[in-house]
C-alpha cells in the first residue's frame, strides 16, 4: 500500500470517526427529551420503522412487516387467507404502518403485550379475534431493518426458504442473480457475492463466527439449508457491528427455533418428510420436535440423506456426486417475564461420501488419477446467546458467544487432516434514543486457528483479534436515514514457526437511504475496512515456510449506490458496486507465507418485478468482473479472491391457487457468454439456461400434509455454474450440475 492510499484511508476512517461523534452529539441534544424507558404494547406502537412493502398477498404483507419491524405480528390463517393488501411504504410508527397495511381489507389490529393481532371486524366495528395460528416471530427479525446501511442489503426470508425447497445452499439463492454459488456438490460449494468470495465476507451462523479456509478443493461452509430460517447478505458495505473482516461484506445465516415452528397457544409441534430425487435416486428424510412451556422453548431436528452418483445433462454419471449427509441441530431457550432471554444450540452437519479426486473439478484430463477418493467433512457449530428482546432506551444489550469448528480428513493418499476453528464471542448495547435513532457500541473477539496434521506433519496457524465498534442509525428528517460508524480492530498472528506479527487498523462506514417520494428510495454508501492477516489453508502449509519481512494486513475499499421503485405491485432496481482490496494474502505452498495481491471486482446490478397478491414474478440481471494486480484473472488466480462471473439473470415467479390449495411457479438460471477469461490466457465461459418447475399441493381437508412436485434443469441442460472452478482451462473438465430430475417431497406437521 503506498504512503497516500494509506492516508486516504487514514483520512476516510477519521471522516466517520468524527461523523459519528458528531452523530452521537445530534442523537442527544435532538431527541434528549425522549423517554429512555417505555414499555408495553403503546411503546411499540409508536416506534418508527422503514417500511417497503409491495402490493402482495396480506398473509406475505405480515411476514415482511414483521421482518422490517422486528414486532411479533399474529394472526388466523383462515381469516387472511385470499387477501390482499396494496402494502405501505415510508418512515412510519408501526401503528400508523399498520393501519396503512389494513386499509380495504376489512380487518383491523390490537397491540398486545408487544406484539400485534389481527382481528377481524363485524357490524357495528366489533372486533372477533380467533385463534392466532400464523406467527412472524422476533427471533426471527433483523432489529436494524429498514436502516440505511440495510437499504443495500438481500433478505431470504423463511418463506422464500419454503418456496424454493433448497436441496443444497445453491438453492437458498436461486432468483439472486447478484448470488452465484460454485460446485454442484454441497461439499464443495463456495459463496460469491457480487464476486467476491465468501472468506473475504464476515460469515456467521446464529452469530458465531465462520473460519474454514480448509482445503481449496472444497467448498468453505457445509450448511444444510433445512435447518435455515433466514439469511442476510449485507453486500460491500457493512456495518461496523457486522464483525472483524466484513472486507466484502457479511453473510448472516439463522437456524429455525421453536418459537418459529409453534403458534400461540401450541405447545408441542413437530414434521416429519421424505423425499426421493429420480436422478440419483436420493432420498432424504428430516423430522423435527419442538416445544415450550413455562418461558422455556426446546427443538430437536435430525435429517438423513443417502443417493448414488447422478447423470449430468450429457447423460453420463458424474463420478463422486452421491449423497451421504446426516444433520443434527438441538436448540433451548429460556425467557423471563421481566424479558431476559438466553439461547443455547449445537448443530453438526457430517458428510463423508466418496467425491471426485479433486472435488471441485470433475477431472484433469491429463492426468490418470482415480476418479474418487473419501472426503470426511464435518462442521460443527456451539452459540450461547443473551438478550433483552423487549428493552428499549439506553440499556438493551445483546451478548453471543459462539465455536465453530470444520474438519476434513483425506485418507488417500497421504492420511492428512485439517481443521480451521474459531472461538469468536461480542457484547453491545443499542442506545435507543428515540424513535429511528439508534447507536450501537460494543466489543468483540476471535481466536482463529488453522491445524494440518498427517503421519509426518503436525502444524498450525493461528490469530487472535480483538476489536471495538460503534454505529450510528439516525432519521434526521422524515425522508432521510443515515448510518455511519468505525471501529478498531487490534490482532495477534503467530506463524506455524512461532513467529509473531502484530498489527492494527481501523474502519469506517457511512450509509445513507432518502426516500424521495411515496415510490422511490435512493441509496448508497462506502465504507474502508481493515481485515488484518487471514490464515493459510490447511493443506497447502509447508514446514519450510519463513515469514521473515512480514506479512501485510488486507484492507479493502467498498462503494455502493443505487435505487428502488416500489409502486403498486410494480419493483425496480439498479445499483452499481466496487470494491478494492490491496494486500489480499496469497500463499503457496512453495511460494511461502508472505505472498500477497491485490484485486477489484466491480459491476451493476439490475431487478424488476412484479406482484399480484397470491403470485409474483421478479427478474435479476448482475454483470461484474474482476481483475487481480490490475489484469483479467483466471478461476486459478482468483481462489479465495472472488470470481469471474460475468453477465448472470436469474427469474422467479409463482402463483397460489388459494381455493384448490395449490401454489406452482418456477426459477430460470441463465449465464452469457464470457470472454473474460480469454483475456487471461484461457478460454472463453459458455453461456446456459436452467429451467427449473415445482408444484406445491396441502388439501383442505388436511391441511398439516403438503405434497410438492419439482422438475429441476427441465430441459436437460449440461452446464456447470458459472462459479464453478476450472472452465476456463483446456485440461479440467468441470464438475457438472445435475441433468433432468424430478423431485418427490411429501411432509406431515403435527
Do not use: C
Amino acid at each position: 500500500m503506498t504512503a497516500e492510499s494509506s492516508n486516504i484511508h487514514q483520512k476516510a476512517v477519521l471522516l466517520a470517526a468524527l461523523g459519528l461523534t458528531f452523530g452521537l452529539s445530534l442523537a442527544g441534544q435532538g431527541i434528549a427529551q425522549a423517554q429512555t424507558s417505555q414499555q408495553g404494547s403503546a411503546q411499540a406502537g409508536m416506534a418508527v420503522h422503514q417500511f417497503s412493502i409491495s402490493s402482495q398477498d396480506l398473509a406475505s404483507a405480515l411476514t415482511a412487516f414483521g421482518r422490517q419491524s422486528g414486532i411479533q405480528v399474529s394472526s388466523n390463517s383462515d381469516l387472511v387467507h385470499g387477501v390482499s393488501t396494496q402494502g405501505v411504504s415510508g418512515a412510519l410508527p408501526v401503528a400508523e404502518a399498520m393501519t396503512r397495511l389494513l386499509d380495504g381489507t376489512g380487518l383491523r389490529f390490537q397491540m398486545q403485550g408487544g406484539g400485534i393481532v389481527i382481528l377481524g371486524m363485524q357490524s357495528g366495528d366489533t372486533g372477533v379475534a380467533l385463534d392466532p395460528v400464523v406467527v412472524v416471530g422476533r427471533s426471527g427479525s433483523d432489529r436494524h431493518a429498514g436502516a440505511a446501511d440495510r437499504e443495500n442489503s438481500l433478505y431470504i426470508t423463511r418463506q422464500d426458504l419454503e418456496r424454493r425447497n433448497p436441496a443444497n445452499i445453491r438453492d437458498v439463492f436461486a432468483g439472486e442473480s447478484s448470488v452465484s454459488v460454485g460446485g454442484a456438490i454441497p461439499l464443495s460449494q463456495k459463496v460469491y457475492v457480487n464476486g467476491i468470495e465468501e472468506t473475504n465476507l464476515a460469515v456467521s451462523i446464529d452469530g458465531a463466527r465462520q473460519n474454514n479456509k480448509v482445503f481449496h478443493h472444497n467448498g468453505t461452509n457445509l450448511i444444510d439449508p433445512s435447518l435455515l430460517k433466514a439469511v442476510r447478505i449485507e453486500p460491500g458495505v457493512a456495518a461496523a457491528d457486522a464483525g472483524p473482516g466484513a472486507l466484502g461484506g457479511a453473510i448472516i445465516y439463522e437456524t429455525v427455533d421453536a418459537a418459529d415452528m409453534l403458534a400461540p397457544g401450541q405447545d408441542v409441534g413437530g414434521f416429519a418428510s421424505v423425499s426421493y430425487d429420480t436422478n440419483g435416486e436420493t432420498f432424504i428424510n428430516d423430522n423435527s420436535v419442538y416445544g415450550r412451556s413455562g418461558g422455556f422453548e426446546a427443538l430437536g431436528y435430525f435429517k438423513w440423506g443417502e443417493g448414488d452418483n447422478y447423470d449430468g445433462g450429457d447423460g453420463d454419471e458424474v463420478p463422486g456426486s452421491g449423497t451421504s449427509l446426516r444433520t443434527l441441530l438441538a436448540k433451548g431457550a429460556y425467557e423471563s417475564q421481566s424479558g431476559h432471554r438466553i439461547e443455547i444450540s449445537g448443530e453438526r452437519v457430517h458428510d463423508d461420501a466418496n467425491r471426485p479426486y479433486r472435488a471441485n473439478i470433475g477431472r484433469l484430463t491429463n492426468r490418470n488419477e482415480p476418479a474418487e477418493r473419501i472426503y470426511d467433512l464435518e462442521r460443527q457449530n456451539y452459540r450461547l446467546s443473551y438478550s433483552t428482546p423487549d428493552a428499549d432506551g439506553f440499556w438493551d444489550p445483546t451478548f453471543v458467544l459462539g465455536y465453530g469448528v470444520t474438519t476434513l480428513g483425506v485418507p488417500v493418499p497421504y492420511g492428512s487432516e485439517g481443521e480451521t476453528g474459531s472461538l469468536s464471542g461480542s457484547f453491545e448495547n443499542d442506545l435507543n434514543f428515540g424513535t429511528g435513532n439508534t447507536v450501537t457500541v460494543g466489543v468483540d473477539f476471535y481466536d482463529d486457528k488453522a491445524k494440518y496434521e498427517d503421519p509426518s506433519d503436525q502444524m498450525d496457524e493461528q490469530a487472535r483479534n480483538l476489536g471495538a465498534y460503534a454505529q450510528a442509525r439516525l432519521t434526521p428528517m422524515e425522508a432521510l436515514r443515515v448510518s455511519f460508524g468505525a471501529r478498531a480492530d487490534k490482532q495477534w498472528f503467530e506463524g506455524l514457526d512461532g513467529t509473531e506479527l502484530d498489527n492494527g487498523g481501523l474502519s469506517g462506514n457511512v450509509s445513507a437511504a432518502y426516500d424521495a417520494t411515496d415510490f422511490l428510495t435512493v441509496r448508497g454508501g462506502y465504507s474502508s475496512v481493515w481485515g488484518g492477516i487471514s490464515l493459510a489453508e490447511n493443506f497447502i502449509m509447508n514446514p519450510g515456510w519463513n515469514y521473515d519481512g512480514g506479512i501485510d494486513p488486507v484492507r479493502a475499499e467498498n462503494v455502493t449506490a443505487g435505487f428502488d421503485i416500489a409502486y403498486e405491485g410494480f419493483t425496480f432496481g439498479a445499483g452499481v458496486f466496487h470494491s478494492d482490496f490491496s494486500d489480499a494474502r496469497d500463499p503457496t505452498y512453495r511460494g511461502g507465507p508472505t505472498l500477497t495481491t491485490d484485486f477489484e471486482t466491480k459491476g451493476y446490478n439490475l431487478s424488476a418485478g412484479y406482484s399480484w397478491g397470491p403470485g409474483f414474478v421478479r427478474v435479476s440481471y448482475t454483470d461484474s468482473e474482476i481483475e487481480v494486480d490490475g489484469n483479467p484473472a483466471s478461476s486459478d488466480a482468483t481462489q479465495y479472491l472472488g470470481a469471474p462471473l460475468g453477465q448472470i439473470i436469474s427469474l422467479e415467479a409463482a402463483h397460489l391457487f388459494e381455493t384448490a390449495g395449490v401454489r406452482v411457479g418456477g426459477a430460470v438460471d441463465m449465464a452469457l457468454e464470457n470472454s473474460d477469461t480469454e483475456d487471461a490466457g484461457g478460454q472463453a465461459l459458455g453461456a446456459y439456461e436452467v429451467v427449473s418447475l415445482f408444484g406445491e399441493y396441502q388439501p383442505d381437508f388436511a391441511q398439516y400434509l403438503l405434497v410438492r412436485l419439482e422438475a429441476n434443469n427441465l430441459f436437460d441442460e449440461t452446464y456447470s455454474d458459472r462459479a464453478t472452478y476450472g472452465q476456463d482451462f483446456t485440461n479440467v473438465q468441470p464438475l457438472l450440475e445435475q441433468g433432468r430430475s424430478f423431485l418427490l417431497k411429501v411432509r406431515a406437521t403435527f
